[in-house]
Structure formats: C-alpha cells, structure tokens
C-alpha cells in the first residue's frame, strides 16, 4: 500500500537521475561506437578505401570522462534508492544498467588505451 500522497523531491530526484541515466546509457553507446576501429567489408576490400585500424584516442578521452560522469550517477542514485526508494513505482533499473555498462566500457577503454 502506498502512504504518499504525491511524490516527494527525493522521489522526483531519482525519477530524473534516471533519465539521465538513460540519456548517458545512450551517449556512451554512441561514442563507443564512434571510438571503436572499423571493420573491413568486402566493400571496402573492392574499391580499396583506407580504414582506421585504431582505436580513436580524442574519443576515448571522451568515453572516459562520460563513463566516469555515469558511475557518479549511478552511485548516486543507488545511494538515493536504498534509502528512499522503497516502494514498487519508484524508477530503479536505468541506474544499474548504466552503473554496469559504465564500469565494463571505462574497463575495456582503459585496456586500450
């Protein structure tokens, strides 16, 4: 049973961290992406383009910073959970998506760096 009448600012807190959290989840995906080599197809092979072979160091440093913002939030908002998000409509899992995805990419961006 739900005693509150409506949501309070911690309530509305965690709502919005999630979405951010969704928005970051989303970024980091992008710039992963971005940052990652590209692949030869037989496309490529056919009209002889030159690919990158690397990874992309500008957007690596960019990967590392974002990651380390999402684990902030992350924290954050597990922190805020624990102690205010006890009922069945409070919004949980977009923080553990990111906290998880943020510490296996600044994990595989470290290695290749």
């Known amino acids: 049973m739900d005693r509150r009448k409506k949501n309070d ?5 965690l709502f919005y961290l ?3 959290a969704s928005i970051l989840l989303l ?11 590209e692949f030869e197809t037989l496309f490529d ?7 990158r072979k690397t990874w992309d160091i500008q957007y690596l440093y960019y990967l590392i910073y974002i990651v380390c913002f999402g684990i902030c939030i992350s924290i954050t908002g ?11 409509n409070d ?3 977009a923080l553990i ?3 998880i995805v943020s510490l296996i990419l600044l994990f595989v961006s470290m290695n290749v760096m």
Do not use: D, Q, S
């Not at 970024?27 to 080599?37: K, M, N, Q, S, Y």
């Not at 092979?45 to 690919?51: A, D, E, S, T, V």
């Not at 597990?78 to 998000?85: A, H, I, Q, V």
């Open 91 to 93: 919004h949980k899992k």
């Open 18 to 20: 999630n979405i951010t």
């Open 45 to 51: 092979r056919f009209y002889k383009l030159n690919l």
């Open 97 to 99: 998506i990111t906290g």
């Open 78 to 88: 597990l922190f805020l959970r624990k102690f205010r998000g006890r009922r069945e």
């Open 9 to 13: 600012f911690w309530a509305r807190l």
């Open 27 to 37: 970024c980091i995906l992008l710039i992963f992406h971005r940052a990652r080599p």
